[in-house]
């Protein structure tokens, strides 16, 4: 294969990870390929995980003038979602430690350390948010499949210095513009199906079988915003050109679903 065609977590390790080893492998991963697709729908998902953990750091900085008080936040982020978010969250401070090139903090900060270290991480996250928003578009050779529904709507600082990163969603006024493509395939949404176990206990599993046989058997519904964010993955498997292969972190999501329709998903 001599495309790539880039997910979600890519995007996020090369944008949102400098200097790290995540980073470094993607970068050197993307150098392996003659040409490396960019779908919007990666940039979609990406705004709305990745880069919202990371404003919501940033407004928590803002909100408490601390970096303790901050971390305790975090920590204490609801168990029912918490796990992804919290992760992508203290990968924020990291991401931020490494742009200021500060030292290690000790065990106890002072008060006005504290507030001092806080301030620095909001600048750096204020930074590495507006500068990987205009870097996006530029990490693949190419970026493809727009998506007319959803606007790519920059992020911007309110008046109390708060992100607003949206939309984030498509708009709900109008059917997901990737219904008719999707549904004009109906052996590969069987295969997509068929390929998640029913007996799966997790969520996302039951949601993207769920969406996947409404397309198959009343594919004359309407395809909600909703829906196509639960698609999820299957999305990448469906639309990967036949020349690409799905370049990923992710790969016991991807690649079930990437075999299941004759394709591949490969890690950096």
Request: glycine content about 2%; charged content about 30%; hydrophobic content about 35%.
């Amino acid at each position: 294969m001599s495309d790539a065609y880039l997910e979600t977590t890519i995007l996020t390790n090369i944008l949102l990870k400098p200097g790290s080893k995540k980073q470094a492998a993607a970068k050197f991963a993307l150098a392996r390929y003659q040409e490396t697709l960019l779908p919007v729908y990666s940039i979609k998902e990406w705004k709305k995980g990745p880069l919202d953990h990371y404003a919501y750091v940033h407004d928590k900085l803002v909100q408490t003038k601390s970096l303790a008080d901050t971390l305790g936040a975090i920590n204490s982020l609801s168990p029912s979602y918490a796990s992804y978010k919290k992760s992508t969250s203290l990968e924020s401070l990291e991401a931020a430690t490494r742009l200021q090139g500060a030292q290690r903090r000790t065990a106890i900060l002072s008060k006005q350390l504290d507030k001092e270290l806080a301030d620095r991480y909001r600048l750096a996250l204020a930074s590495l948010i507006v500068r990987t928003w205009r870097k996006r578009r530029n990490v693949a050779t190419r970026t493809i499949q727009d998506l007319e529904c959803y606007t790519e709507a920059k992020p911007t600082l309110d008046r109390d210095g708060y992100f607003d990163l949206k939309p984030q969603k498509c708009d709900p006024d109008h059917e997901c513009c990737l219904a008719d493509a999707l549904r004009a395939r109906p052996d590969l949404l069987k295969k997509l199906r068929d390929a998640i176990p029913e007996s799966s206990s997790r969520e996302e599993d039951r949601n993207r079988r769920k969406v996947l046989k409404q397309l198959i058997n009343t594919p004359k519904l309407p395809l909600t915003e909703e829906q196509c964010r639960r698609l999820g993955d299957a999305i990448f498997a469906f639309f990967c050109p036949p020349n690409a292969i799905i370049l990923t972190t992710n790969m016991r999501d991807h690649q079930p679903l990437a075999v299941a329709v004759g394709k591949i998903a490969q890690k950096p």
